[in-house]
């Protein structure tokens, strides 16, 4: 971890350091870093804290189709994404992907045609020649036609830390992923779209007001008044 205190790394260590201890690094990056709230960066998060540090996905989410099973399972990894989902629903604009990531992430990591979440550590990757034989889930979700539907059109990046608000109250209960087949969406995916082409449209209007401060900053006199009533997005 190098998020606390630039310049110190801290050691975090739990019994074995494969379930708790990655959970507390990883909230601790999401709280800290902003980077950790982008989608590359979630990405690089996943693989350095939760597969390279060590998480049994094999065991852990041995209810998946590929995984041998042995008593081992528990949704630690689930229990993660709630977190960074309660936090986004405290933070709406914080995150520069929406929880449709972090359940696409779910599912791949109980069952996936792809080989991120396969096997328990680097060694049995390594032995299996995993990375040689699979495909990996981020290579699918960098095409930038799929990149985009996991987009936050809400995102402004906030450099400082995001306090998590810890009392119980405002916890919600995360409907999408555990009532997903008890709801129907389509409703909340219209005012999704929605408020998305809402979002654009200020985002293009913000620009091109800029610009015409620009223009009237570098040439020195005022914007006509109608230049700016002007202003409007095409559609
Ligand atoms: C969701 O649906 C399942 C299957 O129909 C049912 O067993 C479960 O009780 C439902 N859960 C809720 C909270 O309605």
Known sequence: MHYVNPGHTHIVHGGESKDMTLMMTSLCAIILDSNARTLRGFQSLIE???????????ERCSHSAYATGGGEEAPVFVCFLNCVFQMMHAYPTAFE?????????????????FGTFLYDSERDRHHSQLRKRTVSLWSYVNHPEILSTFMNPLYVPIAQPLW???????????????????????????????AAESAEKVKKLQSQLRTLLNQQHSGGHSIPSEEITNLKIDG
Not at 51 to 56: F, M, Q, S, V
Not at 108 to 113: F, I, K, L
């Open 48 to 58: 350095r804290e939760w597969i390279l540090g060590g998480h049994p996905f094999g």
């Open 97 to 113: 992907f929406t929880d449709h990531f972090l359940i696409n992430i779910f599912e791949h990591s109980y069952a996936s045609e």
């Open 164 to 194: 998590p608000v810890i009392s119980g109250v405002i916890h919600v209960l995360w409907q999408r992923l555990f009532l997903r087949w008890n709801l129907t969406w389509d409703e909340a995916d219209e005012s999704a779209a929605i």
